[in-house]
């Protein structure tokens, strides 16, 4: 049973059953209760230290290991466990593919409750490490101490400027980074060239809490083409170290395509509605795949794993089963690689996206591939996909749908069962919300093939492809 020190509650050699949703590994109490444990892998034997009891769950964390799981590797990075970045680098890459199977087939059929066919196997990455094209790091005066540091005699404490990620549940500390694993060179090169300069030159980091400070943020961004884009976001408006540093960061990496800045003094460091500066280079970098270039500029959305992305295009085109007669509908298309990348293989691809700005990367980008079967509107997908926008495109014979988050809004998927088309291909990035929208089509459509793909290792998000086929 468990032993109650203070308010908090030990649990002793408790067995680690499974992955749990974001990250965390999942326990039973002795009282029948669900613990969530972050940082331990299942088959672990740990004694548990409870931090917060609710209804249903504890929530704790492992203060000895009685015996390691089968499963267990040793992180790569020295940052694991104080950033959230990474949740499962110390489980191996295999049951890490096991897991994320796992969660989309539970969604599927725990929430969705449809008949589902065998799923085809998990797509795994190849690269399993330095394998993002975007990241995004935060400056700070007041840098986090991980307890490690607190404790060790050899860390200097006074140095106090940071750069590098939000701790996790804690919007105004930022936890240094020394060594990324998730973005290839020159990232870190990039980073830490930056950090040192500004110290140097003693310039100031921000500080989330009093609004002070020069220094915001800093965004890099690569393409498999070997573009860079580098965007450094300062608060404060010093027009003389902001030249300063950004000479110094243009005459350093050379091999930098587009170099900008913002100057933002709101409250949020949300770029969206921003007024992005040009200093060096051109204001976005190409990525490149099957012969199609896209520009991506800094607020593009674009896949974050470039090389995965083609594999989940490709299955998505599979899906589809194209054979240049159809008329295809992607909708939340964002700057239209999906449709771009299908149009060779359909007669005619109609894009819809609720972002401008998207839309007119679309339009440029299919400009630039000399592709003139694809158009492309914008709108918000609830009012824009409407019978009126059906009678002017025609009756889409495939649907293909790549949505946020949340889903489909209830309203398009009513729209979709309206139109009724052969072949909808569903590509998610949560299963969850997949799993409701597909039990809405059920009545109309049956689940044919099932894949998941790996686009983030080391963590447990994954991406599923559906494609339904009509009953």
């Known amino acids: 049973m468990g032993k109650k020190i203070t308010n908090k509650i030990i649990f002793e050699n408790v067995a680690v059953l499974d992955a749990g949703a974001k990250g965390v590994s999942v326990a039973k109490a002795p009282d029948g209760k669900v613990i969530f444990i972050p940082n331990v892998v299942p088959g ?26 089968e499963h267990r590797i040793e992180p790569v990075c020295q940052h694991f466990g ?22 989309v087939f539970n969604h599927l059929k725990r929430i969705g409750k449809i008949e589902l066919p065998d799923f085809e196997p998990i797509l795994g990455s190849e690269k399993q490490f330095f394998y993002r094209n975007k990241m995004e790091f935060g400056f700070s005066d007041t840098r986090w101490l991980t307890e490690k540091e607190i404790q060790s005699e050899e860390d200097d404490l006074s140095k106090k400027n940071a750069l590098g ?19 290839a060179d020159p990232s870190n090169a990039i980073r830490n060239a930056i ?12 500080n989330a809490r009093n609004l002070t400070g020069l220094l915001r943020t800093l965004m890099i ?52 509605d921003q007024d992005i500066k040009l200093y060096k280079g051109r204001d976005y970098i190409l990525e490149e795949m099957e012969g199609l270039h ?13 090389e995965q992305a083609y594999e989940l295009y490709k299955i998505t085109r599979e899906f589809a089963g194209l054979t240049g007669n159809e008329l295809v509908y992607d909708l939340y298309t964002g700057t239209g690689t999906i449709a771009q990348f299908v149009s060779k293989q359909a007669k005619k691809v109609i894009g819809v996206e609720a972002i401008p700005e998207a839309i007119a990367d679309a339009k440029e980008n299919a400009k630039r591939n000399a592709i003139t079967n694809c158009e492309f509107y914008v709108g918000d997908m609830k009012n824009v996909f409407n019978d009126a926008f059906i009678a002017q495109h025609g009756m889409p014979d495939v649907i293909i749908t790549d949505p946020p988050r949340d889903g489909m809004h209830k309203d398009v998927v009513e729209q979709i069962m309206k139109i009724g088309p052969q072949r909808i291909v569903y590509v998610s990035c949560n299963s969850a919300t997949q799993a409701r929208d597909l039990a809405l089509m059920d009545d109309m459509y049956r689940v044919a093939r099932v894949r998941p793909v790996d686009m983030f290792p080391q963590t447990h998000h994954v991406e599923n492809v559906v494609l339904l086929e009509k009953k």
């Not at 499962?88 to 890490?96: D, F, L, P």
């Not at 950090?195 to 921000?206: D, I, N, R, S, V």
């Not at 896209?294 to 470039?306: E, G, P, V």
């Open 44 to 69: 672990d034997v740990i004694d548990v230290q409870t931090f917060k009891k609710r209804k249903a769950y504890y929530e704790g964390k492992a203060i000895h290991f009685h015996s390691f799981s």
């Open 82 to 103: 104080a950033c959230g970045g990474c949740k499962w680098q110390n489980m191996n890459y295999e049951q890490q593919l096991f897991y994320k199977n796992n969660e």
């Open 165 to 183: 990620f939000h701790v996790p549940k804690m919007w105004d500390k930022i936890l240094d980074i020394e060594k990324c694993h998730l973005q």
């Open 195 to 206: 950090k040192e300069f500004a110290t140097e030159q003693g310039m100031t980091f921000f």
């Open 221 to 272: 961004r690569t393409a498999s083409t070997g573009e860079i884009m580098v965007l450094i976001q300062f608060y404060e408006n010093n027009k003389a170290n902001r030249e300063l540093l950004l000479d110094f960061v243009f005459e350093k990496f050379p091999q930098i395509t587009s170099l900008q800045y913002v100057i933002n003094s709101k409250a949020n460091d949300t770029l969206y």
């Open 294 to 306: 896209f520009s991506i500029n800094a607020k593009s959305f674009y896949q974050t794993n470039s």
